[in-house]
């Protein structure tokens, strides 16, 4: 099933399928490792952050960020 | 090779490695540190070089430069530390400095730190930096924390894929550190180019074949209009995208050729504090305790050495300067000039130094533990509506203490944006400078409720910063703040020597520079009060700078001449308004009697340093804040006169104004020295004109209130 990050509840885990290269922050993302192909698990969500797990890094990105990225 | 001369041309005033790099006459060698945030570069520098380690910043930027140098074989090697960056795409400030360093500076190796842990997003750099087709040595870095993370790497191999010799390190311990300088000597020696790096065909069929290096090829095979067009036909990509995914992939293959994960064991420390530290509820209360600690530690425990480096200057050398000077008949003027412009101006910048020292430890060990890394996810749910980051918090309690080292630590700011915003922010964080005259006057014309009334002052002053800070962002800065990503990096102890050396270069660093503004305007403004020399307080020329302002200040409800001239010494530091109205209300003569017996002074000083260490301990077992505690003026005299030119109201505006304005001299020259003069000059104004505003209202709705009438 195909919808955004920022809909995953805590504790979820799913593939990154799509995701915005257009803005700096997504492409930044990217480098960070945060990009198509990488199984990714919400951790926490706190206000409008996600805490994502994805291989060994721990990043947090905001809900509008999470909004762009698609994932199955 | 490269002559290391860029150094001589940046502004950071102070580099060990300038001075030693000169003096030598061995060959150098320019050794670029680079590597992803959080990969421990700067822990191995300091295992390499020890001591030989200075903190100073980029040119034009905040962004801070490490730099460090040590002998080796035949050369004298001359680390720098890169900004940690994810990418060599030029967008932040990190990562511009970071690619115009390997790209003009072209340094000799290039020393690329991998956090081994996390070995196949920091491979994503390497490709980047082996397509500069320098020579290149990797450090697997935290190779004991890879190992308890169960992953194993092939150092060898990954070493002769990549054409460089790659070597497992542990910076905290040092363990393997000594063995990267054998490998560096070779690697320039041998003149060495990783790779080569070759993409997939139908994107290497496309790179223009006539470019030097890898990455000048991947450069202009994006800026030539028709190569690009042809990558985007080909992928159903824009080309920098194509590029992007080519290196990762590449890394990717990389990676798996090279590890191999024997079990998944997730980080189980970071995992059980996060579980604390990032919860919602728990979260914030641990946040509460922790910055309760920091500020604690910071003011209450160095204030001790503060107080005692203030007497031994002021109630010490000074007197003993000018009593010396005199006895070998020098003119009273030179001696005084001696004793109070310059040891005082000096006494200023130097009693912040323990502040700014214990300040610095903890941001530093805040820093490199990783807790820092999680403010803004802690905090944003608070901080988001005020539209900051959550590590804004951190300098704006801080300025409750002292504004000087607040602004100081909107260093561990990345945004330039913010850090400008919350400098901008501090300086209204009112700070027990301000309470003393607060104290002095809300007990005196408010004392059924001097509480309420300074509470207002607080208050007062966090309002104007907050809108300070939403006039910024809606004038100066449109950028969104909506979308954001940080990594959250894994708890981890720093090796105390490492903090030591950073505390020290900033230490070092704010004497240098911060402190030439600050004892320079100290000096001015000395004079202003002592000359013409020889004149009564009233003739003086800061009271005829006093007198010439008072119209400006009668509409706010001061026009006494004596009131607004003191305004001018408050400017160095708010408390010193209280004693120059002592000086210019005659109400006290301030000349101490200048003789002093120098042995009987000294021992009386050694033990006041002993009773200060002793002090300064007992703070960390008292739970309250003793920064915040007042004492009273006792000085009767003062406040008779006081009583007798200012009325409740006038002293309310007195207070307003004295708030609001540009704190103090030694925020300003910090203030210069973080954010740039114009921006420090600007505020000066600024903060005036607001201070002067709000006075102004306050003042006459209080006159309608009390009186029925405006006027």
Redesign the interface.
């Known amino acids: 099933m195909n919808g955004a990050l920022n809909a995953l509840p805590a504790g979820a885990m799913a593939t990154i399928t799509r995701m915005s290269h257009d803005d700096e922050t997504s492409l930044r993302a990217q480098s960070m490792g945060l990009r198509e192909g990488k199984q990714v698990r919400v951790l926490r969500r706190n206000g409008r952050m996600l805490l994502l797990q994805i291989g060994d890094t721990c990043l947090a990105i905001t809900d509008d960020l999470a909004r762009r990225v698609e994932v199955q | 090779m490269t002559v290391i001369e860029q150094t001589e041309n940046c502004h950071d005033g102070v580099s060990v490695v300038r001075k030693r790099g000169s003096a030598g006459n061995k060959p150098s060698l320019v050794v670029a540190i680079a590597g992803n945030p959080n990969t421990g570069k700067t822990t191995l520098l300091n295992a390499l070089v020890g001591a030989n380690f200075s903190v100073g910043n980029w040119p034009g930027v905040t962004v801070e430069k490490k730099e460090g140098i040590l002998d080796f074989a035949d050369y004298t090697i001359h680390f720098i530390d890169l900004p940690g960056i ?2 060599l ?1 030029p ?1 932040s400030d990190d990562e511009r400095i970071a690619y115009s360093f390997l790209a003009e500076q072209k340094p000799d190796v290039i020393l690329n730190v991998i956090e081994t ?2 070995l ?2 920091n491979l ?2 390497t490709i980047e930096l082996a397509e500069f087709g320098v020579p290149m040595v990797m450090a697997l870095n935290m190779a004991d924390e890879a190992r308890q ?1 169960g ?1 194993q790497v092939n150092a060898g191999k990954l070493g002769a894929l990549l054409n460089i010799k790659a070597l497992p390190t542990i910076g905290r311990t040092g363990a393997g550190v000594k063995e990267l300088l054998p490998a560096i000597a070779e690697a320039y020696q041998t003149q060495r180019r990783p790779g080569p790096i070759v993409y997939e065909d139908l994107l290497e069929a496309q790179l223009p074949a006539d470019a030097q290096t890898k990455r000048e090829q991947m450069e202009q095979a994006t800026r030539t209009p028709a190569v690009a067009q042809k990558l985007n036909e080909a992928f159903g ?2 080309a920098p ?1 194509v590029i ?1 995914e080519a290196r ?1 992939g590449l890394a990717d293959g990389l990676y798996h050729q090279v590890a191999h994960k024997t079990e998944v064991r997730s ?1 189980s420390i ?1 995992r059980a504090l ?1 579980k604390v530290l ?1 919860h ?1 509820v728990l ?1 914030i209360v641990a946040y509460l305790g922790i910055m309760y600690l920091f500020f604690k530690i910071s003011f209450d425990f160095s204030a001790p050495y503060m107080d005692w480096l203030d007497g031994f200057i002021n109630g010490f050398l000074s007197p003993l300067a000018v009593q010396s000077l005199l006895a070998i008949h020098a003119p009273v003027i030179v001696a005084e000039f001696v004793g109070e412009a310059v040891l005082g101006g000096f006494a200023f910048v130097l009693t912040f130094l323990p502040l700014i020292a214990v300040m610095f430890f903890l941001l530093t060990l805040l820093g490199m533990t990783g807790y820092m890394a999680r403010l ?3 905090l ?2 608070f901080m ?1 509506k005020l539209g900051l980051n959550g590590k804004a918090i951190i300098p704006l309690l801080l300025g409750l203490g002292c504004n000087v080292p607040a602004i100081m630590a909107t260093r561990t700011m990345e945004s330039q944006r913010d850090k400008l915003i919350v400098s901008l922010m501090i300086p209204f964080m009112s700070c027990p400078a301000r309470l003393v005259v607060f104290s002095f006057f809300a007990v005196l014309f408010f004392p059924q409720n001097p509480a309420l009334v300074i509470m207002a002052m607080y208050v007062i002053g966090i309002v104007v910063a907050v809108g300070t800070s939403m006039f910024m962002k809606r004038r100066m800065f449109k950028s969104n703040p ?9 708890y981890r102890l720093p090796r105390l020597r490492t903090v030591g050396i950073i505390v020290w270069s900033h230490v070092r660093e704010f004497l240098i520079r911060a402190g030439k503004v600050i004892f320079t305007v100290s000096v001015v403004v000395w004079l202003l009060i002592h000359l013409p020399f020889g004149a009564k307080p009233e003739d003086s020329l800061v009271a005829q700078v006093g007198k010439a302002i008072t119209p400006a200040f009668a509409p706010i409800g001061l026009n006494d001449w004596r009131a607004t001239t003191s305004l001018i010494p408050a400017f160095l530091a708010r408390e010193v308004a209280l004693s120059f109205m002592a000086t210019i209300y005659a109400a006290e003569d301030t000349r101490a009697p200048a003789q002093i017996d120098a042995g009987a002074a000294l021992v009386d000083q050694v033990r006041a340093l002993g009773e200060a260490v002793v002090a300064s301990v007992q703070t960390l077992v008292t739970p309250a804040l003793t920064t915040m505690e007042v004492q009273d003026d006792g000085n009767s005299a003062l406040k008779t006169a006081v009583m007798q030119t200012f009325t409740p109201l006038a002293a309310l505006s007195f207070m307003i104004l004295l708030l609001l304005y540009n704190s103090c001299l030694a925020v300003y020259g910090v203030m210069a020295k973080e954010i740039g003069r114009k921006f420090a000059n600007g505020f000066m104004l600024y903060s005036f004109v607001i201070g002067w505003l709000v006075a102004f209202v306050v003042y006459r709705v209080g006159l309608l209130l009390t009186t029925g009438s405006f006027v």
């Open positions: 994810y990418t795409e967008v842990p996390n196949e997003r994503g750099l993370a992953l990509r824009s995208q992007r990762l980080r970071t996060d990032l919602p979260g803004p996810f802690v944003d749910r988001s909506g979308l954001l990503v940080m990594e959250l990096p894994p």
